[in-house]
């Protein structure tokens, strides 16, 4: 069956421009992370939605970017006015209900900022 | 910030041989999960083991947990070159309704043909 998916694949974007990173997650998962992976490191918490409810915003590094799932499936990462240090990975997850622990992890958006 | 800590940073084996990985972290627990990851790629799920288990097998893979050290182990046995990659593990975290993963800074396993 179809996994997560995340687009584009690779970003790149010259400082203080706006960029939006899509993720769809597997059909039916309830719950829907976002991470921020630098280079070397492990993934960083960003958000957690369960279903269209942002319930945990906490990991969000600045008020320059924004998540949201309207219909509680597809989910847009938003970075306005990127910097250099936005640089990295950006990672969705999804699991399928609100106690369930593995995460289902799409390929990730390589952003690079220029 | 990552929660746990993983040791070694860098693994480098000969194929057929055991790689171990040791994990440590810092808060109380429900569960502790390990993460593989490709260069490239996103992560994949290992294995899961609660914090009320002290062992867990999966096929080549043996995780072990010590609550009482906060510590963990992940052993694959008779490694194949297939099974380079970074490997995480990572923590759960509840937070009222919230959930989330903490996840550690990764050994990266090299496996020599």
């Known amino acids: 069956g179809a996994g997560v998916s995340q687009s584009p694949r690779y970003k790149v974007a010259k400082r203080g421009q706006d960029v939006a990173l899509r993720c769809d997650p597997i059909?039916?998962?309830?719950?829907l992370f976002w991470y921020q992976q630098a280079l070397g490191q492990g993934p960083e918490f960003l958000t957690y939605?369960?279903?269209?409810?942002?319930?945990?915003k906490s990991g969000l590094p600045s008020d320059r970017f924004f998540a949201e799932r309207p219909e509680g499936s597809v989910s847009t990462l938003k970075i306005q006015r990127t910097q250099q240090e936005d640089s990295a990975v950006y990672l969705c997850?999804?699991?399928?209900?609100?106690?369930?622990?593995?995460?289902?992890f799409g390929p990730g958006t390589r952003l690079t900022v220029t | 910030s990552q929660q746990g800590e993983e040791d070694p940073q860098a693994l480098s084996i000969q194929e057929g041989e055991n790689a171990t990985m040791n994990c440590s972290y810092k808060t109380s627990i429900n569960n502790l999960q390990w993460y593989r990851q490709n260069s490239g790629r996103g992560l994949v799920h290992l294995i899961l083991i609660r914090s009320n288990e002290r062992e867990k097998h999966s096929g080549r893979l043996r995780v072990t947990l010590d609550t009482s050290k906060k510590s963990s182990s992940l052993l694959i046995t008779a490694s194949r070159a297939a099974d380079t990659a970074s490997y995480f593990c990572a923590t759960d975290a509840w937070v009222d309704s919230s959930y989330k993963l903490i996840f550690g800074s990764g050994t990266r396993l090299l496996v020599r043909p």
């Open positions: 939605f369960q279903n269209e409810a942002q319930l945990d």
């Open positions: 059909s039916g998962h309830v719950s």
């Open positions: 997850a999804s699991s399928p209900g609100t106690q369930s622990y593995e995460q289902y």
